[in-house]
C-alpha cells in the first residue's frame, strides 16, 4: 500500500477556500485516491474519491495532477463545523477494501 | 438503519483480564474491519474480513483475535489485556466495491474507548 504524506496541521478562517495537499510518490497503477474526515469522538467519514483529473461532490473537490503523485482535497468557503482531521489514503479494490490511516491533516478553522 | 453499531461504548480492565468486543452492521455489507485509534494518531488496522467465516490480520493483529461467525457482526477479542491495549476501537464495514462508484467507502462505528489498568 502506497505511503502518504500530509501536513500536520493548518489553520483556516470561516469563509475561506482550504485545500489539502498530500503525497504519494508510490501510487500504483490501480491505487485510488480516497480522503476521509474525523471529528473528536467519532470515527472517520468518507469524503471523496478519485483516480484522476478532477471530482468534485456536494462537500469537497479532489484535484489529481497527471502524475498522480499527489491530489490535493479542496474545502470551498469553511465554516467552524469543518474543524476536524482529514486523511489522505490510497488503495486499491484488489486490497479487501484495506486502508492504511496516515496521521492526517488536523484543521482549525476560526471564526 | 442503525448502520454500524459497538459494543460497549465504555470499558476499563485490569491487566490479564479478558474481553471481547461487539461490532455489528444491518447494511448487508460483506467486509467488515477493526481499527485502534491511540491519541494523536491516525488508525491502525488490527484485523478485517472479506465475508462470513473469513478474517484477516492487519498491520497490528498481535493480541487480538476475530471472529466472523455471521455476516452481520465482527467480534473483536482480547485474551490478556496489557496497558499497551489502552485505545479506541472502531470497527468499520464496506461493500465489495464491484459495480460500485464509491468502493472504497467504509462505514464507521461510534467506538470503545479501553482502559487496561
Known amino acids: 500500500l502506497a505511503k502518504t504524506t500530509q501536513p500536520i496541521s493548518m489553520d483556516s478562517y470561516e469563509g475561506q477556500e482550504v485545500n489539502i495537499t498530500c503525497s504519494h510518490n508510490n501510487i500504483a497503477t490501480n491505487d485510488y485516491i480516497t480522503w476521509y474526515q474525523q471529528f473528536p469522538s467519532q470515527g472517520p467519514r468518507f469524503i471523496i474519491q478519485?483516480?484522476?483529473t478532477k471530482v468534485t461532490n456536494e462537500v469537497a473537490s479532489l484535484f489529481i495532477p497527471a502524475d498522480r503523485k499527489s491530489s490535493t482535497l479542496s474545502l470551498p468557503r469553511v465554516s467552524l463545523s469543518d474543524t476536524a482531521v482529514y486523511y489522505c489514503l490510497v488503495g486499491a479494490r484488489s486490497q479487501g477494501g484495506k486502508l492504511i490511516f496516515g496521521q492526517g491533516t488536523e484543521l482549525s478553522v476560526k471564526p | 438503519n442503525a448502520g454500524v453499531t459497538q459494543t460497549p461504548k465504555f470499558r476499563v480492565l485490569k491487566t490479564g483480564q479478558s474481553m471481547t468486543l461487539l461490532c455489528a452492521q444491518d447494511m448487508n455489507h460483506e467486509y467488515m474491519y477493526w481499527y485502534r485509534q491511540d491519541p494523536g494518531m491516525g488508525l491502525r488496522l488490527i484485523h478485517y474480513?472479506?465475508?462470513?467465516?473469513?478474517?484477516a490480520k492487519g498491520e497490528v493483529p498481535d493480541g487480538y483475535n476475530v471472529s466472523r461467525l455471521k455476516k452481520q457482526n465482527f467480534l473483536l477479542g482480547l485474551e490478556s489485556a496489557a496497558p499497551s491495549q489502552t485505545s479506541v476501537y472502531f470497527c468499520a464495514s464496506s461493500y465489495t466495491g464491484q459495480g460500485r462508484v464509491k468502493w472504497n467507502e467504509q462505514f464507521f462505528g461510534p467506538g470503545t474507548r479501553l482502559t487496561v489498568l
Open positions: 478519485g483516480y484522476k
Open positions: 474480513s472479506v465475508g462470513e467465516g473469513t478474517t
